[in-house]
């Protein structure tokens, strides 16, 4: 059996890191480095990012949307959702010189893997929720179903589980109604 060296470092170090596509985020201090993702939780994330950017393109959206890996700085903690939304100038997340996100973005999508599982629910959830993201889905590939989380005033609402044959209403996308089975399906 492997084992896991914690290695620890400061914002200013973690920033001198080299590029890499490897998940690789800083949370209270600490490196967590993931093994990339399975073909399925990529075949979702890919149907998520076509959703947004149609959504965008088609007029009935506005803003940015954002595929891992890509750093999300909420102070000194950086994140790599599987996939954000970032409404415009009104937002809280601003595209920074360097290249990176800082701030929260308006969506946060996180699809579960073994690995990162309790960090998605727990962890960065609670970031999540401190820094203000407007809406938080869970998704559970094998699970099938999506968990969904609003804000309500400081925090965020678990607004429903979502699986196959469900649909609900993303209020943060403008009312648009999300087909669950149509980004689960295998």
């Known amino acids: 059996m492997a084992t896991i060296e914690r290695v620890r470092m400061t914002p200013t170090e973690f920033r001198q890191l080299g590029e890499t596509a490897q998940p690789t985020e800083l949370i209270d201090g600490e490196v967590i480095v993931s093994p990339t993702p399975v073909t399925k939780h990529q075949r979702i994330v890919g149907r998520i990012f076509v959703l947004l950017d149609h959504l965008i393109t088609a007029g009935s959206l506005y803003g940015e949307a ?101 649909a609900f209403v993303s209020n943060v996308l403008g009312g648009v109604s999300i087909d669950a089975a149509a980004l689960l399906k295998a």
């Open 66 to 166: 954002v595929v891992s890996p890509m750093d999300v700085w909420l102070d000194d903690n950086c994140v790599q959702p599987d996939v954000f939304w970032v409404s415009g100038a009104e937002s809280k997340c601003k595209l920074g010189e360097d290249g990176y996100w800082y701030g929260a973005p308006d969506l946060v999508v996180e699809v579960l893997s073994p690995s990162t599982a309790h960090k998605d629910r727990r962890v960065k959830f609670d970031l999540y929720e401190k820094h203000g993201v407007r809406e938080y889905w869970l998704i559970d590939p094998d699970g099938q179903y999506m968990e969904i989380f609003v804000r309500e005033g400081e925090k965020l609402a678990r607004m429903g589980a979502f699986g196959l044959g469900e």
